[in-house]
């Protein structure tokens, strides 16, 4: 009797630990998806540029809403995202609003190991899922690098800045294979430890205001340049 009671105590746990896992949006699909249903159409000669990525992504409609004013761009950034979770919510928050182009930054969440070790490899290998799932629904790709950081507060010992640059050489060497363009943040806002300088950044991650004004006219140009094609 006491065996079938622990069987069943067992049984118990099991379920409410399945409940919680269903219950967990780990993708965060839910975020967007009012915003998705309500979006309109586009507009004969439109142009929709959708912005996939993390909390950098998202803080800049905040930080710099005029960037967004009546370009057809669409931010779908989740603070804290890595490149698995963007992958899983890629059909909902890029391919069914049919952009003429998703522009990709993502990346240095999955170094801080915000969903679990990982490696340069892995994250690349999810950002070309990522690429061949919007070529195959012709919606043209922009790849960007990872920001510079020199390290993580919470992880001083890691080695952030070498992971970066590392990481950022993986997706250049794809985006050039492929004829992809690449927007080179790092080049343009690294300072000579290969970090955020605090001209750019108030916490060594995430851009300020002058932070995206450099960023803006290095994606702009490359958007000019992809819809002349």
């Known amino acids: 009797m006491k065996k079938l009671a622990s069987h069943y105590l067992l049984l118990l746990l099991f379920i409410g630990m399945t409940e919680k896992s269903v219950a967990q ?90 969903t679990g070790p990982t490696t340069n490899e892995k994250i690349v290998e999810n950002i070309i899922s990522m690429c061949e799932l919007a070529q195959a629904n012709k919606i043209k790709v922009i790849l960007c690098s990872v920001l510079p950081a020199a390290n993580f507060n919470w992880r001083p010992k890691d080695k952030v800045a070498e992971t970066i640059i590392e990481l950022n050489q993986l997706i250049l060497t794809y985006a050039t294979i492929n004829h992809i363009p690449y927007v080179d943040y790092h080049a343009a806002m690294a300072d000579t430890k290969n970090g955020l300088p605090k001209e750019f950044s108030e916490d060594g991650v995430h851009p300020n205001l002058k932070g995206y004004q450099t960023m803006s006219p290095l994606l702009e140009k490359a958007i000019a340049e992809i819809l002349k094609r």
């Open 25 to 114: 949006d780990w993708a965060n699909l839910a975020k967007y998806e009012t915003e998705n249903k309500t979006l309109q159409p586009k507009k004969p000669g439109e142009k929709r540029i959708v912005l996939m990525g993390d909390s950098i992504t998202e803080f800049w409609l905040k930080i710099q809403p005029e960037f967004f004013s009546n370009k057809g761009y669409i931010g779908r950034g989740i603070s804290g995202q890595t490149t698995p979770q963007m992958l899983v919510r890629f059909r909902q928050d890029v391919l069914q609003l049919q952009p003429d182009i998703v522009v990709i930054l993502a990346g240095v969440n999955d170094i801080a190991g915000n």
